[in-house]
């Protein structure tokens, strides 16, 4: 499994890349899950967040995280939704809104996921921390 993740400070455009699948790989994208925010469309839902960015001070308020898997090999639904909340523990997200997307190759079933958290603390309204991820993320 490779995994990797960045920190993000346009959720319009994240939310864009999330949605649209490579047209030159013949992909289309998925919404799976949209968790933990107060729009069900994904593109408000990260455009608030970087409202809340804003009235924080924060930078790059949301994380993104994309998940491929070896070729030919497969995962159910529900393991995907497995490594997605191992990572959100790993990275200290737990509990944070989420949105997972699919990008999907009809032609050859491949199937890799993207992950995009918010890491505005809605209580406290800071940023969480995401120290060290890349070794997390190895982990």
Not at 22 to 45: M, P, V
Not at 74 to 97: V, Y
Request: with cysteine; aromatic share 8%; glycine share 6%.
């Amino acid at each position: 499994m490779i995994i990797k993740g960045n920190r993000h400070n346009n959720g319009a455009k994240l939310a864009r890349y999330m949605m649209t699948g490579n047209h030159e790989k013949d992909e289309r994208a998925e919404l799976y899950e949209l968790r933990g925010f107060a729009s069900d469309d994904i593109r408000d839902a990260f455009r608030d967040v970087e409202v809340m960015a804003e009235a924080t001070k924060a930078d790059n308020a949301l994380f993104h995280v994309q998940v491929r898997l070896p070729e030919h090999e497969r995962l159910t639904p529900q393991q995907w939704e497995h490594t997605a909340d191992r990572i959100e523990k790993r990275l200290g997200l737990d509990g944070q809104p989420r949105a997972i997307c699919f990008h999907v190759n009809d032609q050859t079933g491949e199937r890799h996921m993207h992950v995009g958290w918010s890491l505005i603390d809605e209580e406290e309204m800071k940023a969480k921390p995401v120290p060290f991820f890349k070794f997390r993320l190895k982990a």
